[in-house]
């Protein structure tokens, strides 16, 4: 015979699911992820809540502080990815004829991600001087030098890239700063 749950019991429990979706993010995070994605599509509800939600400073943020966080979210991505490219790099010591293009494509990513990076800081500091279109373009900067990597790993023939985890998260990172900067402006 199968149990049903009383409706209070349902409740508990639902708040219970909810409570652990949310992690330790804090209600502001929630509010503020949920606002985000609702107006703008583009914006992956979960993945706001789970990287914005582990930062440092968004336990006290409020809509301001959040974008500030997700561009420097999108700074630290950017960073781990100059670190991958070079582990690559120094794992292909001695690379045939499409490994120098692989390599030169890489060295090239390496930049770009490096200018990814540098520009999803100066999205932080136009976001902080309450310059959010210049912050906002700045964030779409960093999302174009990630898809010029991609497109230098394809000409490559490096099929799937290797950088696609990071190509991947700055397009979602940018989504997130650019909708929570339009939830402020």
């Known amino acids: 015979m199968a149990r049903t749950l009383q409706p209070t019991a349902r409740l508990l429990a639902a708040a219970a699911l909810i409570s652990c979706l949310a992690g330790c993010a804090s209600a502001t995070v929630v509010a503020t992820c949920r606002a985000a994605a609702d107006r703008d599509p583009r914006v992956d509800y979960g993945f706001c809540v789970a990287e914005l939600g582990m930062h440092r400073e968004s336990p006290d943020a409020d809509a301001w502080g959040l974008a500030k966080v997700a561009a420097l979210t999108g700074v630290n991505n950017a960073d781990d990815a100059v670190y991958d490219i070079n582990a690559l790099l120094a794992s292909n010591k001695k690379p045939g004829a499409g490994g120098r293009a692989r390599a030169a494509a890489l060295e090239r990513c390496a930049k770009l991600y490096d200018s990814a990076g540098l520009a999803f800081a100066e999205a932080d500091d136009e976001i902080n001087n309450r310059r959010y279109a210049a912050g906002k373009a700045r964030a779409a900067e960093a999302v174009s030098l990630a898809r010029q990597c991609d497109d230098a790993l394809a000409k490559a023939g490096a099929?799937?890239?290797?950088?696609?985890?990071?190509?991947?998260?700055?397009?979602?990172?940018?989504?997130v700063c650019t909708a929570i900067t339009n939830l402020i402006m």
Do not use: L, T
Request: aromatic fraction near 6%; glycine fraction near 0%; hydrophobic fraction near 35%.
């Open 159 to 175: 099929v799937p890239s290797p950088m696609a985890h990071h190509s991947s998260y700055s397009v979602k990172i940018a989504d």
